[in-house]
């Protein structure tokens, strides 16, 4: 037996007419305008997200050149410092030791690759885009890196945790 059914006033599409079986459920799909409401709900929360985060990531800091002197202020333990190496000490390093290098950034010379140098010599030196943490430096800047020695084969690469200006 089938029963005609109205539906009560709450619900979508109240006062239409369904066929369906006694104790059956009555399913509603909402209609495309409140699909489309959704949608646009979900863009407009992405995009306001988009706005929120892009200040965070204006201030990546890096290597810009002579004219960039922007430092970001750094917390920590003061007090005595360990002693810093040199580049000529490094390379006879074993590998993944920790140094600490003073001496400038003189070139970027690929994505996240620079060459150090300091008065004993020069070396590469690969810093993630994090470790800058929105400090900038030009190449007449001295600076202070910290790391570990990378040893492949016949080249030697630091690969810095830290850099701060000296």
């Given at each position: 037996?089938?029963?005609t059914?109205?539906?009560?006033?709450?619900?979508?599409?109240?006062?239409?007419?369904?066929?369906?079986?006694?104790?059956?459920?009555?399913?509603?799909?909402?209609?495309?305008?409140?699909?489309?409401?959704?949608?646009?709900?979900i863009a407009?929360?992405?995009?306001?997200?988009?706005?929120?985060?892009?200040p965070?990531?204006?201030?990546?800091?890096?290597?810009?050149?002579?004219?960039?002197?922007?430092?970001?202020?750094?917390?920590g333990?003061?007090?005595?410092?360990?002693?810093?190496?040199?580049?000529?000490?490094?390379k006879?390093?074993?590998?993944?030791?920790?140094?600490?290098?003073?001496?400038?950034?003189?070139?970027?010379?690929?994505?996240?690759?620079?060459?150090?140098?300091?008065?004993?010599g020069?070396?590469?030196?690969?810093?993630?885009?994090?470790?800058?943490?929105?400090?900038?430096?030009?190449?007449?800047?001295?600076?202070?890196?910290?790391?570990?020695?990378?040893?492949?084969?016949?080249?030697?690469?630091?690969?810095?945790?830290?850099?701060?200006?000296?």
């Open positions: 037996m089938v029963n059914r109205q539906t009560p006033g709450l619900m979508p599409n109240w006062g239409q007419n369904y066929r369906c079986s006694p104790g059956a459920k009555i399913v509603f799909r909402p209609s495309t305008k409140e699909m489309e409401m959704k949608k646009a709900t407009l929360l992405i995009a306001a997200s988009g706005l929120v985060a892009a965070a990531m204006a201030q990546k800091g890096g290597f810009n050149g002579p004219d960039s002197t922007t430092a970001q202020k750094q917390g333990f003061v007090g005595p410092d360990v002693a810093s190496t040199t580049v000529e000490e490094a006879s390093m074993r590998d993944d030791a920790w140094v600490v290098l003073e001496g400038n950034i003189v070139r970027k010379m690929g994505k996240e690759l620079y060459e150090f140098r300091d008065a004993s020069n070396v590469n030196v690969e810093i993630d885009d994090h470790v800058w943490k929105g400090l900038s430096v030009g190449p007449n800047d001295k600076v202070r890196i910290e790391g570990e020695v990378d040893k492949d084969w016949n080249s030697v690469e630091i690969d810095v945790k830290k850099v701060t200006k000296a």
